[in-house]
């Protein structure tokens, strides 16, 4: 028997594993099962798969640990961990890249804190004072940070006593760091190395959940630099990039080039830092082209942005205009301000387009915005994501000019129709690493899943009705 305090669960079983083997010291002992009992069985033992069956604040959990095929098999080692959420700090895990060092290397920290514990040893040296960390915190908030990471390498979750260790040996190279008042010198230390390294994985965790692959099947989602190139050397490509763009006349063969060159470099920026658009458009104004839209999307998901679109969406045209008339005979509307008899355009592309949110039940209203003129930014300064009709009224179905709203502000507003609109701002999404508009969610999920076929097969019961009404 053994227990276990944490704060709250790790999010997947297998960043539970991870937890368990360090605290359990089980690391290389081969494969590790987890059962939970499971009320709707009387209690019994089911082997754990999804952390949404784990409930309440004290958990019993059966552990069970299997030789590798290559060992002959002995007896399973079954233990029992009792998990208490109540006094841990969860957070990522990343694993043991190399054995835990005895003793542990305090790294070397920046010049301006290795001069400062210099002269702090010094002073110990000779009268036993110590640093004043009190009135320092900057230092101490680096040695921490610097230690931290360092532990982290080795594994995300040291034990107690591994901790201590690293606490010792910090006093131990840089005396002048002892705590007044304590015995060993380090306990306070000890408890905020723990700390640290749970920021530290929660850090790293809501990193690795974007470097995941993405579920809108992203195949080049977040790539590493080219051998032999650094983000110095693609910065300065960056900035070649932006003085082509710049010219009167620029010329897009090169245009071409550096954006392909600079792929690597826009994502870190882009998904790491999570800039916003306008911070975007301002070092990368190549990215909202048209055409580099499009490029931007193949280098991603290695398909044809504007070739799948249209031709998903001609796929079920004539069974979304059968849907629609069925919508008609029922007199239901398909917008807020006009019913379907009044939107029956000869072009079938922006009627199916104007038609899916209806039929998926989102409410298109604060997605498609109309205006005049791009400068009224009344009509869409509160838009996060969306399309500007520009004109009148009666020609939003299909106007003669289409903007793009991104986070409040007009992105693109030289598009020629609805549909081409509709295209170049679901590359932009992709592009930018934005969200789906939550009010229009069903219908960008129908074009990613069932029109271009991306991501998992798996679709929600509305999204699944209409594929299966279309493909009836």
């Excluded at 998904?271 to 580099?292: H, K």
């Amino acid at each position: 028997m053994a227990r276990v305090c944490t704060e709250a669960l790790p999010d997947t079983v297998d960043e539970l594993k991870l937890m368990l083997m360090t605290r359990l010291n089980l690391e290389g002992e081969g494969e590790m099962i987890i059962q939970f009992q499971d009320e709707e069985f009387r209690g019994e033992c089911c082997n754990l798969n999804n952390m949404q069956d784990l409930h309440g604040e004290k958990i019993k959990l059966k552990v069970i640990m299997k030789a590798p095929p290559s060992i002959p098999q002995s007896d399973d080692k079954p233990d029992t961990a009792s998990l208490d959420t109540s006094c841990w700090s969860s957070g990522e895990t990343s694993g043991r890249s190399k054995p835990w060092p005895n003793p542990f290397p305090i790294p070397t920290f920046s010049y301006d804190i290795e001069l400062k514990l210099s002269q702090g040893n010094e002073h110990y040296q000779k009268d036993g004072s110590l640093l004043p960390l009190s009135s320092h915190t900057d230092i101490k908030i680096d040695l921490l940070d610097k230690v931290g990471r360092a532990m982290y390498e080795y594994n995300a979750y040291p034990t107690q006593k591994q901790i201590e260790e690293v606490a010792k040996a910090l006093i131990e190279k840089h005396p002048c760091l002892k705590e007044p008042g304590s015995k060993e010198g380090f306990y306070c230390w000890k408890f905020s190395l723990s700390l640290m390294l749970g920021n530290l994985r929660q850090k790293y965790r809501q990193i690795t959940r974007k470097m995941k692959k993405e579920r809108r099947c992203k195949t080049n989602f977040l790539p590493d630099f080219p051998q032999g190139r650094t983000s110095n050397g693609l910065e300065e490509d960056r900035e070649s990039l932006l003085d082509e763009v710049k010219k009167k006349k620029p010329d897009y063969y090169p245009i071409n080039s550096l954006m392909g060159q600079t792929f690597v470099l826009r994502r870190k920026e882009i998904v790491g830092n999570e800039p916003l658009v306008t911070e975007i458009q301002s070092r990368w104004p190549a990215l909202f082209l048209e055409r580099q839209i499009g490029a931007e999307f193949t280098r991603l998901v290695s398909a044809d942005l504007l070739k799948s679109f249209l031709s998903g969406l001609d796929r079920y045209l004539p069974r979304l205009i059968n849907l629609y008339e069925a919508q008609k005979q029922r007199k239901t509307n398909l917008g807020h301000d006009a019913k379907l008899q009044n939107l029956l355009p000869t072009d079938l592309r922006c009627l199916c387009l104007r038609g899916l949110p209806v039929i998926l039940a989102d409410d298109s209203s604060a997605f498609f915005r109309t205006c005049s003129d791009v400068t009224d930014k009344d009509s869409y300064s509160e838009t996060s994501v969306g399309i500007l009709c520009l004109g009148q009224e009666n020609t939003q179905l299909n106007p003669s000019r289409v903007g793009i709203i991104l986070e409040g502000s007009v992105v693109m507003d030289e598009l020629l129709n609805l549909p081409q609109a509709f295209c170049v701002l679901f590359g932009l999404i992709y592009a930018l690493h934005l969200d789906y508009p939550k009010c229009m969610k069903n219908t960008f999920n129908f074009i990613q899943q069932v029109m271009l076929k991306l991501g998992k097969s798996e679709l929600v019961p509305k999204i699944q009705t209409l594929k299966n009404q279309l493909e009836a």
